[in-house]
């Protein structure tokens, strides 16, 4: 399937004022002789008519031409920029499917060309799918950090000092009588693979605050029946989300909202109201509530300043921010509580708006972007980290043993990237130690 043409829109669907048409594969410059009967100069844009095998005029528009292996996919590679209409991009379609060899691209298979032909690794096609997702500021960079390589080398940093160490341990266990082979190899390395050691567990404990930026900080609304969670929800949200009665267990389900907040994506959940319930549906909109309790980064507690009640049983262990309701129905304030608001007159909500994003803030301030930002990432980081704690502790076993731990750390980084490391261990030590000069 390698073998094959692929074609397909790269741009939003129809219809536009303009649409492009990438191409990419061996028949990609026979393809321009077809439609635009020559294979204009690499990455010049020409203004060329498209037209079919009868040379019939489907449209015309801007063609470049990138010529292997300069490209996004490391293959000949054109794009056709046209109108965006439903029938030119019929018309054109129609044209490229006829061709053999030629068909319609699969998902993300551009990417996997690019990937397959080492013009990106995976963390850079995952960052570049995150940047094409990215709805808030915060998303934005994260994923040009994670598209533009910035996290990739700091894996092959990593993997290349645990080639190293291994290279220089092999060296003094094959090459022993040599003069180019420093003395005390052991030591010099175990003592780099406990600072790398570090290097890695504190990337690895920014990884949680990666997936966040990434997937969303949840904000849990919590509290008793009748406190107001369901008209926040709509007031923060500012659509009518939730149904919002002065019947009490009116919320069944978690209902969830997302908002761009400073730049961060917030998930906002509302919650059903925690009590001892004896309905059964009841029953189970709590069980949920708890559960998202469980999973929240920030617990908006509410209570209603006219009629205050807490839950007995809510776990305020957790990062809460106690806010007062209603308070439009109160003659005074009160310091019991974070925050007052009034979602029939708006008081308080730019104020909690402000508050959540400091939150936030706060837990990402100063933070690098070059971190983990999916579960795939941290379980091998957690696993080369597992392979160096038994290299370095386990002191008393044999030499190659814990050269074999080492092997397996840089392993471990190598799936991040899709880079698995290729033994090479001979080219190190003939290039730094001229071993047989």
């Avoid at 929800?233 to 267990?249: C, F, H, S």
């Amino acid at each position: 399937m390698l073998n094959d043409t692929i074609f397909a829109l790269s741009s939003g669907g129809p219809p536009s004022g303009v649409s492009v048409i990438r191409i990419s594969g061996p028949a990609t410059k026979d393809i321009l002789v077809q439609l635009v009967a020559s294979v204009p100069a690499g990455r010049v844009a020409s203004y060329r008519t498209i037209r079919t095998r009868n040379h019939q005029p489907i449209d015309s528009g801007l063609v470049l031409f990138f010529p292997a292996p300069n490209s996004f996919t490391g293959e000949d590679v054109a794009e056709l920029q046209v109108h965006g209409s439903k029938a030119v991009l019929a018309a054109l379609f129609h044209e490229l499917g006829d061709i053999p060899g030629v068909r319609m691209a699969r998902e993300g298979e551009f990417s996997r060309r690019a990937f397959e032909n080492g013009k990106l690794d995976l963390v850079e096609v995952e960052g570049l799918a995150d940047l094409i997702g990215a709805e808030t500021e915060m998303q934005r960079r994260l994923a040009v950090e994670q598209s533009a390589g910035g996290v990739s080398a700091i894996y092959d940093s990593w993997a290349k000092q645990l080639t190293r160490a291994r290279a220089l341990i092999e060296a003094e266990l094959d090459f022993p009588d040599e003069d180019d082979v420093p003395g005390s190899v052991s030591d010099m390395v175990w003592a780099d693979m406990v600072r790398l050691r570090g290097e890695i567990e504190l990337h690895l404990e920014a990884g949680s605050a990666g997936e966040i930026i990434r997937d969303g900080f949840k904000v849990v609304i919590a509290g008793a029946p009748n406190a107001g969670k369901s008209s926040l929800l709509n007031a923060l949200a500012r659509r009518d989300v939730a149904i919002v009665t002065e019947i009490a267990g009116t919320t069944r389900d978690v209902l969830q909202v997302d908002l761009d907040i400073d730049g961060y994506l917030v998930k906002l959940y509302d919650t059903a109201g925690l009590r001892d319930a004896d309905d059964r549906v009841e029953m189970e909109g709590v069980r949920r509530a708890r559960v998202a309790l469980r999973d929240a980064d920030l617990v908006l507690l509410l209570i209603d300043s006219s009629n205050p009640v807490i839950p007995g049983d809510l776990d305020q262990a957790s990062l809460h921010v106690t806010v007062g309701t209603k308070k439009d129905l109160v003659a005074t304030g009160s310091d019991r509580y974070d925050l007052q608001i009034s979602t029939a007159t708006g008081d308080g909500l730019a104020e909690l708006r402000q508050l959540i994003g400091r939150i936030v803030a706060e837990r990402f301030g100063g933070l690098s972007l070059a971190i983990p930002s999916r579960q795939r990432h941290r379980d091998s980081l957690t696993k080369c980290l597992a392979a160096l704690d038994v290299a370095i502790l386990e002191t008393g076993a044999n030499l190659e043993l814990r050269t074999e731990q080492l092997r397996l750390a840089a392993e471990y980084l190598g799936r991040i990237t899709g880079r698995v490391d290729v033994e090479r261990l001979l080219d190190v030590i003939f290039s730094e130690f001229c071993i047989g000069k």
